[in-house]
Nanobody, 123 residues
Framework: QVQLVESGGGLVQAGGSLRLSCAASGRTASKNAMGWLRQAPGQERDFVAVINWSGDSTYYADSVKDRFTISRDNTKITVYLQMNSLKPEDTAVYYC????????????????WGQGTQVSVSS
């Protein structure tokens, strides 16, 4: 089992920045690929970014490429999502997720999920 706890959400003006954190725990936590997904009100959950267990491969949704950066610190078993140049359409609940296998794709299939953290961007 892997447990995930997100933090760092909040309210920010358009053009601003936020950094989300996801602390993972569990026997195999450091060996999992980790992803961020988001769900806006009334919409399906969408893929945002994914990183492999070693941190040397990442993949992003086109909508966030060049604005968001996913990274991880395996000494702390924590994954980060640095979000810059935020737009109102980035408003959503952001979820951290983990799975055993990594692929550079926008798959939303993950084994473990956090509870989510709200990000709101005002215009």
């Amino acid at each position: 089992q892997v447990q995930l706890v997100e933090s760092g959400g909040g309210l920010v003006q358009a053009g601003g920045s936020l950094r989300l954190s996801c602390a993972a725990s569990g026997r195999t936590a450091s060996k999992n690929a980790m992803g961020w997904l988001r769900q806006a009100p009334g919409q399906e959950r969408d893929f945002v970014a994914v990183i492999n267990w070693s941190g040397d491969s990442t993949y992003y949704a086109d909508s966030v490429k060049d604005r968001f950066t996913i990274s991880r610190d395996n000494t702390k078993i924590t994954v980060y999502l640095q979000m810059n140049s935020l737009k109102p359409e980035d408003t959503a609940v952001y979820y951290c997720a983990a799975r055993g296998g990594y692929e550079r794709s926008g798959s939303s299939t993950y084994e473990y999920w956090g509870q989510g953290t709200q990000v709101s961007v005002s215009s």
